[in-house]
């Protein structure tokens, strides 16, 4: 009987291996990740623990389900890498309030993905550069709205050589806007391109040319009061996307599905 025991439990052990190799792998292939043999490992168990937590949480979780992303491999110290909004350095002294007008009807929602002045979701990769996504987005809003072409402007100028914030060690938005109003505007991304997300760091050297400014930053502010989620409809509404910073609880990092609002979410920053 125990010899018996010890081939079943030997078997459930062997099963168990294959199907984790096997996960690893289809994740492996479906992310498109390639790894030294090394890291691999390294890898693979990070990997295994968030499989684990996806799991679990499906198993135990109606309202809303976990499942794998590009985050699931990576380390605890990586996915705090990534979180790059600091608002405890933005300049408070430089921005204002802005209070839209409130007596307008709202409509049950908008659906900014189709408009064409909004831009094909962009990726932070490695660099904690959020910051400057958040930053760049209304800007290109606001450009197409005005000159009726879509436009998508440089985060890496703004990685490069933002002085007020801290290229891929994070930043604030509002920081962002101070410093290109100040530079006199923001080249397209086709004139500086993003390469800070396969690096995970900043150029060496700013390579912002005055001459080949693309629009310039006049004013901005805060939607007032603040916070107040009414005033933040009212605001995208009448003017646009916005850029909110929220707090990344560890389970967000595997967010896939709401039961309640019947939607996928689509990895961004």
């Known amino acids: 009987m125990k010899l018996l025991s010890t081939i079943i439990l030997l078997t459930m052990a062997v099963a168990m291996a294959d199907r984790d190799e096997d996960a690893w792998n289809f994740y492996k292939f479906q992310f ?20 684990r937590v996806i799991d679990k949480h499906n198993r135990e979780n109606k309202e809303w389900q976990m499942a794998h992303n590009k985050f699931s491999d990576m ?22 309030g802005y209070y839209p007008v409130m007596d307008r009807q709202l409509p049950t929602s908008i659906d900014y993905r189709t408009d064409k002045c909004m831009q ?14 958040a930053a760049v987005v209304p800007i290109e809003f606001n450009t197409c709205k005005k ?17 007020y914030d801290g290229g891929c060690n994070g930043g604030m938005y509002t920081n962002a806007w ?3 109003k100040e530079k006199g505007g923001i080249m397209k991304s086709s004139a500086y391109s993003y390469t800070s997300g396969s690096t995970g760091l900043a150029g060496t050297t700013c390579k912002f040319d005055s001459t080949a400014v693309a629009t310039k930053v ?3 502010d805060w939607t007032m009061p603040y916070p107040n989620a009414t005033v933040s409809m009212n605001f995208l509404q009448s003017e646009g996307p916005l850029p909110s910073a929220i707090k990344i609880l ?3 990092y595997s967010y896939a599905y709401d039961e309640r609002n019947k939607g996928f979410i689509v990895w961004l920053c």
């Open 32 to 51: 498109g990740k390639a790894h030294s043999p090394q890291e691999d490992a390294v890898r693979k168990q990070n990997f295994l623990a968030r499989d």
């Open 218 to 220: 006049t004013a901005f």
């Open 250 to 252: 560890d389970s967000f």
């Open 75 to 96: 380390s605890e110290e990586e996915k705090l890498n990534i979180l790059g909004v600091k608002p405890t350095i933005r300049r408070e002294r430089s921005v204002g």
């Open 178 to 180: 101070q410093y290109i």
């Open 120 to 133: 094909a979701v962009k990726d932070q990769g490695q660099c904690g550069s959020c910051w400057s996504f």
């Open 147 to 163: 000159t009726g072409t879509a436009v998508s402007f440089s985060e890496q100028m703004l990685v490069d050589c933002d002085t």
